[in-house]
């Protein structure tokens, strides 16, 4: 409890009194406190008052932005040890993540603050002397963002530092799951100089309700989520009315590719950090694993050796690696994809014991065929379907072979299959020999049924911005 009772980081917003919303620790059940929940009118306001404030941040000259930002990223690292505890408390994930994840989420503040500096337009040659013309780039306006459970600092701030550099207004719904390091991490940035109006959390009486406001309110402009691709044709859909505009990193169903001439030892090590981070509660995590023929039992083998090394538990034990899935439903859906994947032909490479709580064994599969529900759906967990391949070309289908096209990873010592595999897989990040591929210089996003839009990289500003051209004629 001592993150949150740290009334430098959670301030007034987190109460010990029952009323609001209550927060749980997924790996204990504890209650962890209350935050407070919005009526539709009391969300209404704030996006009015963002709407008004949102004129004067505008103003201010992108060094300006930049410096407030740059204390915001300050601000983070100095506290970051409470708020991975409080990351760990509220999502369960180990602290050695939660700290990667502070520090993967304060990268993108200082990115863009740089950033805010660079919104650079540009001079066009005219087609007459008498005319000169150029672009400039400016603010949407009013920005929102609906962000996930799995990385409840990470999601916010590579959706709010590019905004606010941009010089919108910006409001963020985090999930009613872990809404406890939204208000901390908006402490911070109080702290650092962003005024009140400028950036707001806020947590409504349904998720429904408040992705309804987000998407029909006529001051909003820009809409941001991260979520499943369900959740995403439904906002996508609501957008439409009002030609809302969108970015939407949706769901994935990643291949993890290995090749018959990559370093087995390698892929695993790729396998284990790409599957299991996080419990597998991750949407460009490996999903289903594709080994050429020749060295299947060679790959299971070895996999299998290093995942009984990984220790399942409370994220704040020294030494675990895998902590709790985050609800008890989201335990049941994974035991039944399991279930019916052994029930149309697969096995299980080791027998596990069955886990109290909201705990699973990290559970590996051989034997996966292509045409297997398990191979269709995102399992979002600590479960890895093994399928063998027998040359490139089958590979390559089978890989393709989704709505999905999130990211892919692959493992070869070729390179000419490298630029041949890469260029054919249909997916908007290829970790090719590396499975942590994600970077706030890199641009993140989706083909496909996983979204629109990019995050990070200088392209993630681009995304709060409007282009304006301006044409100056009798000169």
């Given at each position: 409890?001592?993150?949150?009772?740290?009334?430098?980081?959670?301030?007034?917003?987190?109460?010990?009194?029952?009323?609001?919303?209550?927060?749980?620790?997924?790996?204990?059940?504890?209650?962890?406190?209350?935050?407070?929940?919005?009526?539709?009118?009391?969300?209404?306001?704030?996006?009015?008052?963002?709407?008004?404030?949102?004129?004067?941040?505008?103003?201010?000259?992108?060094?300006?932005?930049?410096?407030?930002?740059?204390?915001?990223?300050?601000?983070?690292?100095?506290?970051?040890?409470?708020?991975?505890?409080?990351?760990?408390?509220?999502?369960?994930?180990?602290?050695?993540?939660?700290?990667?994840?502070?520090?993967?989420?304060?990268?993108?503040?200082?990115?863009?603050?740089?950033?805010?500096?660079?919104?650079?337009?540009?001079?066009?040659?005219?087609?007459?002397?008498?005319?000169?013309?150029?672009?400039?780039?400016?603010?949407?306006?009013?920005?929102?963002?609906?962000t996930p459970w799995n990385f409840p600092i990470a999601m916010i701030t590579r959706k709010a530092a590019p905004a606010l550099a941009a010089g919108c207004s910006f409001i963020v719904k985090p999930s009613e799951l872990t809404?406890?390091?939204?208000?901390?991490?908006?402490?911070?940035?109080?702290?650092?100089?962003?005024?009140?109006?400028?950036?707001?959390?806020?947590?409504?009486?349904?998720?429904?309700?408040?992705?309804?406001?987000?998407?029909?309110?006529?001051?909003?402009?820009?809409?941001?989520?991260?979520?499943?691709?369900?959740?995403?044709?439904?906002?996508?859909?609501?957008?439409?009315?009002?030609?809302?505009?969108?970015?939407?990193?949706?769901?994935?169903?990643?291949?993890?590719?290995?090749?018959?001439?990559?370093?087995?030892?390698?892929?695993?090590?790729?396998?284990?950090?790409?599957?299991?981070?996080?419990?597998?509660?991750?949407?460009?995590?490996?999903?289903?694993?594709?080994?050429?023929?020749?060295?299947y039992d060679e790959f299971i083998a070895k996999f299998d050796t290093a995942v009984n090394q990984l220790k399942l538990g409370n994220g704040l034990e020294e030494g675990v690696n895998i902590g709790p899935l985050i609800t008890?439903?989201?335990?049941?859906?994974?035991?039944?994809?399991?279930?019916?994947?052994?029930?149309?032909?697969?096995?299980?490479?080791?027998?596990?014991?069955?886990?109290?709580?909201?705990?699973?064994?990290?559970?590996?599969?051989?034997?996966?065929?292509?045409?297997?529900?398990?191979?269709?759906?995102?399992?979002?967990?600590?479960?890895?379907?093994v399928i063998a391949f027998e040359n490139e070309q089958q590979l390559i289908g089978m890989a393709n072979d989704t709505i999905h096209g999130l990211a892919a990873y692959f493992f070869t010592n070729n390179i000419s299959r490298?630029?041949?595999?890469?260029?054919?897989?249909?997916?908007?990040?290829?970790?090719?020999?590396?499975?942590?591929?994600?970077?706030?210089?890199?641009?993140?996003?989706?083909?496909?049924?996983?979204?629109?839009?990019?995050?990070?990289?200088?392209?993630?500003?681009?995304?709060?911005?409007?282009?304006?051209?301006?044409?100056?004629?009798?000169?």
């Amino acid at each position: 409890m001592h993150a949150i009772n740290n009334k430098s980081l959670v301030s007034f917003m987190v109460s010990d009194r029952e009323e609001g919303l209550a927060v749980y620790n997924p790996a204990t059940q504890e209650l962890l406190g209350y935050v407070p929940v919005s009526t539709e009118q009391e969300i209404s306001d704030k996006v009015s008052r963002a709407h008004s404030a949102q004129k004067d941040w505008s103003k201010l000259a992108g060094k300006q932005r930049s410096e407030i930002l740059q204390r915001w990223f300050q601000l983070i690292i100095e506290y970051q040890n409470d708020l991975a505890h409080l990351l760990t408390l509220e999502q369960g994930k180990p602290l050695a993540e939660s700290k990667a994840e502070v520090f993967y989420g304060a990268s993108f503040i200082e990115w863009f603050a740089e950033e805010a500096k660079r919104s650079y337009g540009e001079t066009i040659p005219a087609p007459t002397p008498s005319k000169r013309m150029l672009t400039i780039k400016q603010p949407v306006g009013v920005a929102c963002a609906i962000t996930p459970w799995n990385f409840p600092i990470a999601m916010i701030t590579r959706k709010a530092a590019p905004a606010l550099a941009a010089g919108c207004s910006f409001i963020v719904k985090p999930s009613e799951l872990t809404p406890l390091s939204a208000f901390a991490i908006a402490e911070l940035a109080y702290q650092a100089g962003v005024p009140q109006d400028i950036l707001q959390v806020v947590v409504g009486n349904s998720a429904e309700e408040v992705g309804r406001i987000f998407t029909s309110h006529p001051l909003i402009r820009k809409l941001s989520f991260t979520g499943s691709t369900r959740v995403g044709r439904i906002l996508m859909r609501q957008s439409a009315e009002g030609i809302k505009r969108t970015s939407l990193e949706l769901g994935g169903n990643a291949p993890f590719i290995v090749f018959d001439d990559a370093d087995i030892d390698a892929a695993v090590e790729g396998a284990i950090a790409s599957k299991f981070r996080n419990a597998g509660q991750t949407c460009i995590c490996a999903n289903r694993f594709y080994v050429h023929s020749k060295v299947y039992d060679e790959f299971i083998a070895k996999f299998d050796t290093a995942v009984n090394q990984l220790k399942l538990g409370n994220g704040l034990e020294e030494g675990v690696n895998i902590g709790p899935l985050i609800t008890p439903q989201a335990k049941q859906n994974i035991e039944a994809l399991i279930e019916s994947a052994l029930k149309q032909g697969a096995k299980k490479v080791s027998t596990q014991k069955p886990q109290k709580g909201q705990f699973l064994l990290p559970v590996i599969l051989r034997d996966v065929t292509q045409s297997m529900d398990i191979v269709s759906q995102e399992i979002f967990g600590p479960v890895a379907p093994v399928i063998a391949f027998e040359n490139e070309q089958q590979l390559i289908g089978m890989a393709n072979d989704t709505i999905h096209g999130l990211a892919a990873y692959f493992f070869t010592n070729n390179i000419s299959r490298v630029w041949k595999v890469a260029e054919a897989l249909e997916y908007g990040m290829v970790g090719i020999n590396d499975s942590m591929i994600s970077s706030e210089v890199a641009p993140f996003g989706g083909i496909k049924q996983s979204g629109i839009g990019r995050e990070g990289a200088r392209q993630g500003m681009d995304e709060y911005m409007d282009i304006k051209y301006l044409c100056f004629g009798g000169l």
